[in-house]
């Protein structure tokens, strides 16, 4: 059979790296008659968990894979353990500990000072981490015992709570951040805040986008399925797993469509009551194919006394014939 698209919630183990699930799921797929072949398929996931770490990353499969950055921008959620009193060079419990401090900080101080990293913050990306500098990974240069100048990015804590403190320095947090966000960098500057230290002690993601870890099945799992022919069924449609809904063009526009092109508004003859400038949508053929993600934007027209006039202009193209 053909090649299969979509997204399965794989529950990423300790010990693998991303780039292990995205290849151990690849030969389960291709095992299963989902894949074409392994120089064909195309397989990857919406964002890295560090190896140490576990819990979701959503595996995106054939045509999904050009989806991946759209399916990653969502709200993440992790569970983490904070341990103060104590700092690393990877900001984290598996790297060489670089300072030690006593805690004198009370509980309530702890919890206002966790509470006060809530909103907009800047984070300076940690060394050990894929960022790229001068073209280079970052943690490329920290294994070469280098330092570099890193500029701070924005991220959005969105909510943070404290799930429980396991004695005066260690405690487990809750946090709903953006892409993009380094817990590892969070629990390292919330105990600069209190002025003893801080790193992360272990780390789940609990949720990304849509996809949660009530619903995520780990790597034995997913072959186990294979193995009884249900694999298929855990892959859900692209069109469930992002927040856009979907337009129908007109039988005389959609072969213009699916071949990448443009489409007026007037071609539309699904029922839109919100087209307007930047909002993307699914837009499909009038036999029901996907023909791609597309957004409204302003289009000049011939003459310039002609106003500007809505269209539809695709920004990611998933039709067979694309």
Do not use: W
């Amino acid at each position: 059979m053909s090649s299969v698209s979509g997204f399965l919630n794989v529950y990423k183990e300790k010990g693998y790296t991303s780039h292990d699930v995205v290849a151990v799921m690849k030969k389960i797929l291709i095992g299963a008659g989902l894949g074409e072949g392994v120089g064909k398929f195309k397989v990857g996931h919406t964002g890295t968990l560090d190896p140490e770490a576990e819990g979701v990353l959503p595996i995106c499969i054939g045509k999904a894979t050009k989806l991946a950055d759209y399916a990653g921008a969502g709200l993440k959620r992790y569970s983490a353990v904070l341990k103060l009193g104590m700092t690393s060079d990877t900001q984290d419990d598996t790297g060489s500990i670089l300072t030690e401090s006593p805690v004198t900080a009370t509980r309530e101080e702890i919890a206002a000072a966790v509470l006060s990293f809530r909103g907009e913050i800047e984070q300076v990306p940690p060394m050990y981490s894929a960022v790229k500098v001068n073209g280079e990974r970052l943690y490329d240069i920290a294994r070469r015992g280098e330092v570099v100048e890193r500029k701070p990015r924005a991220a959005l804590i969105k909510r943070i709570d404290i799930v429980e403190f396991h004695d005066d320095s260690t405690l487990t947090i809750d946090v709903l951040c953006s892409r993009g966000t380094y817990i590892r960098t969070l629990c390292h500057d919330i105990g600069e805040k209190l002025g003893c230290g801080g790193l992360m002690g272990s780390l789940v993601r609990i949720a990304s986008g849509i996809f949660s870890i009530e619903t995520a099945l780990r790597i034995d799992q997913m072959r186990e399925a294979a193995e009884r022919g249900n694999l298929l069924a855990l892959i859900r449609p692209i069109e469930k797993c992002l927040p856009f809904s979907s337009v129908v063009v007109s039988e005389d526009a959609t072969p213009s469509m699916l071949a990448g092109n443009k489409v007026k508004i007037v071609s539309i003859t699904s029922c839109d009551n919100n087209p307007k400038r930047g909002r993307r949508v699914f837009a499909r053929g009038f036999d029901g194919q996907i023909a791609g993600l597309y957004e409204y934007v302003y289009e000049q027209q011939a003459s310039p006394d002609d106003e500007r006039v809505l269209i539809l202009k695709p920004l990611v193209m998933l039709a067979s014939n694309s």
